[in-house]
Protein backbone atom coordinates (compact mmCIF):
# COMPACT_ATOMS: atom_id res chain seq x y z
CA UNK A 1 0.00 0.00 0.00
CA UNK A 2 1.07 2.99 -0.93
CA UNK A 3 0.29 6.42 1.52
CA UNK A 4 0.13 9.74 -0.14
CA UNK A 5 -0.31 13.17 2.83
CA UNK A 6 -0.96 16.77 1.69
CA UNK A 7 -0.30 19.19 3.76
CA UNK A 8 -2.58 22.36 3.29
CA UNK A 9 -0.64 24.84 5.42
CA UNK A 10 2.96 24.47 3.20
CA UNK A 11 4.03 26.94 0.57
CA UNK A 12 2.87 26.22 -2.94
CA UNK A 13 5.13 25.97 -6.41
CA UNK A 14 3.53 26.88 -9.56
CA UNK A 15 3.07 24.42 -11.91
CA UNK A 16 5.23 25.38 -14.38
CA UNK A 17 2.90 24.30 -18.39
CA UNK A 18 5.99 22.28 -19.81
CA UNK A 19 3.44 20.97 -22.52
CA UNK A 20 3.59 24.43 -23.86
CA UNK A 21 7.44 24.24 -24.49
CA UNK A 22 7.94 21.62 -27.47
CA UNK A 23 5.47 20.62 -29.95
CA UNK A 24 5.16 17.55 -31.96
CA UNK A 25 4.79 17.76 -35.59
CA UNK A 26 5.22 14.64 -37.80
CA UNK A 27 7.74 14.73 -40.03
CA UNK A 28 10.02 16.83 -41.07
CA UNK A 29 8.79 17.13 -44.94
CA UNK A 30 5.28 18.14 -43.70
CA UNK A 31 7.10 21.69 -42.85
CA UNK A 32 7.41 22.21 -46.13
CA UNK A 33 3.62 22.69 -47.03
CA UNK A 34 1.68 25.94 -46.56
CA UNK A 35 -0.78 24.83 -44.67
CA UNK A 36 1.11 23.21 -41.81
CA UNK A 37 2.86 26.41 -41.43
CA UNK A 38 -0.11 28.19 -41.37
CA UNK A 39 -1.67 25.88 -38.48
CA UNK A 40 2.21 26.40 -36.54
CA UNK A 41 1.90 30.09 -37.09
CA UNK A 42 -1.90 30.13 -35.29
CA UNK A 43 -0.66 27.68 -32.45
CA UNK A 44 2.68 29.48 -31.65
CA UNK A 45 0.30 32.86 -31.28
CA UNK A 46 -2.07 31.04 -29.61
CA UNK A 47 0.27 29.09 -27.13
CA UNK A 48 3.80 30.08 -27.92
CA UNK A 49 5.51 27.44 -28.13
CA UNK A 50 9.86 27.41 -27.87
CA UNK A 51 10.54 24.06 -29.68
CA UNK A 52 9.21 21.62 -32.39
CA UNK A 53 10.27 18.25 -33.05
CA UNK A 54 9.56 16.12 -35.94
CA UNK A 55 10.77 12.73 -37.38
CA UNK A 56 12.65 12.27 -40.51
CA UNK A 57 15.47 14.97 -41.21
CA UNK A 58 17.03 13.21 -43.09
CA UNK A 59 14.63 10.75 -44.43
CA UNK A 60 14.60 10.53 -48.50
CA UNK A 61 11.85 12.83 -49.15
CA UNK A 62 14.01 16.02 -47.82
CA UNK A 63 16.44 14.81 -50.69
CA UNK A 64 19.25 15.41 -47.98
CA UNK A 65 21.54 12.71 -48.76
CA UNK A 66 23.65 11.85 -52.15
CA UNK A 67 26.71 10.61 -53.08
CA UNK A 68 29.15 11.74 -56.03
CA UNK A 69 32.00 9.33 -56.74
CA UNK A 70 31.61 7.56 -53.52
CA UNK A 71 32.00 11.20 -51.86
CA UNK A 72 28.96 12.47 -49.62
CA UNK A 73 27.43 15.22 -51.18
CA UNK A 74 24.49 16.28 -49.13
CA UNK A 75 21.52 18.96 -50.05
CA UNK A 76 20.73 20.95 -47.17
CA UNK A 77 18.03 23.08 -49.48
CA UNK A 78 14.75 21.74 -47.05
CA UNK A 79 16.07 21.63 -44.33
CA UNK A 80 17.16 25.14 -44.40
CA UNK A 81 13.64 26.24 -45.62
CA UNK A 82 11.82 24.29 -42.63
CA UNK A 83 14.46 25.60 -40.40
CA UNK A 84 13.90 29.50 -41.52
CA UNK A 85 10.25 29.35 -40.86
CA UNK A 86 10.56 27.95 -37.93
CA UNK A 87 12.63 30.76 -36.85
CA UNK A 88 10.50 33.50 -38.22
CA UNK A 89 8.46 32.21 -36.11
CA UNK A 90 10.68 32.24 -32.98
CA UNK A 91 10.17 28.65 -32.79
CA UNK A 92 13.43 26.58 -32.61
CA UNK A 93 13.96 23.20 -34.43
CA UNK A 94 14.75 20.47 -31.27
CA UNK A 95 16.83 18.14 -33.78
CA UNK A 96 16.15 14.23 -34.31
CA UNK A 97 18.77 12.99 -36.75
CA UNK A 98 17.07 9.76 -37.43
CA UNK A 99 15.60 7.31 -39.79
CA UNK A 100 18.46 7.28 -42.37
CA UNK A 101 18.29 7.68 -46.20
CA UNK A 102 17.45 4.57 -47.81
CA UNK A 103 20.84 4.84 -49.96
CA UNK A 104 23.00 5.17 -46.45
CA UNK A 105 21.04 2.41 -44.61
CA UNK A 106 22.02 -1.02 -43.47
CA UNK A 107 18.88 -2.73 -44.71
CA UNK A 108 16.13 -1.28 -46.73
CA UNK A 109 13.08 -2.14 -44.03
CA UNK A 110 11.24 0.95 -43.48
CA UNK A 111 8.49 0.78 -41.47
CA UNK A 112 4.95 3.36 -41.53
CA UNK A 113 3.08 4.79 -45.13
CA UNK A 114 5.86 7.09 -45.16
CA UNK A 115 8.49 4.33 -45.67
CA UNK A 116 10.78 5.06 -42.01
CA UNK A 117 14.30 3.16 -42.28
CA UNK A 118 15.10 3.19 -39.09
CA UNK A 119 18.09 0.63 -39.67
CA UNK A 120 21.70 2.28 -38.70
CA UNK A 121 24.04 3.67 -41.52
CA UNK A 122 26.08 1.07 -43.30
CA UNK A 123 29.38 3.73 -43.03
CA UNK A 124 29.52 5.85 -40.47
CA UNK A 125 32.37 7.48 -41.63
CA UNK A 126 29.68 8.82 -44.49
CA UNK A 127 27.08 9.22 -41.51
CA UNK A 128 29.48 11.73 -39.79
CA UNK A 129 29.88 13.33 -42.32
CA UNK A 130 26.65 13.82 -43.12
CA UNK A 131 25.70 15.12 -39.46
CA UNK A 132 28.82 17.17 -39.40
CA UNK A 133 28.25 18.94 -42.92
CA UNK A 134 24.76 19.72 -41.86
CA UNK A 135 26.34 22.49 -39.53
CA UNK A 136 23.36 22.00 -36.94
CA UNK A 137 24.52 23.03 -33.59
CA UNK A 138 24.68 20.19 -31.59
Known amino acids: MIESRVCATAPGVPLKHFWTEVA ?3 RAAEALRFDWQRQLR ?3 HEIGYRFVRFHGLFHDDMFV ?3 LDGQVEPSFHHIDT ?3 ELLAQ ?3 PFVEFGFAPRELARSQATVFWWRANGAPPTDLAKWERLVASSKIAL
Do not use: K, S, W
Request: aromatic content about 14%; hydrophobic content about 35%.
Open 24 to 26: GAG
Open 82 to 84: VFD
Open 90 to 92: RIR
Open 65 to 67: YRE
Open 42 to 44: TLQ
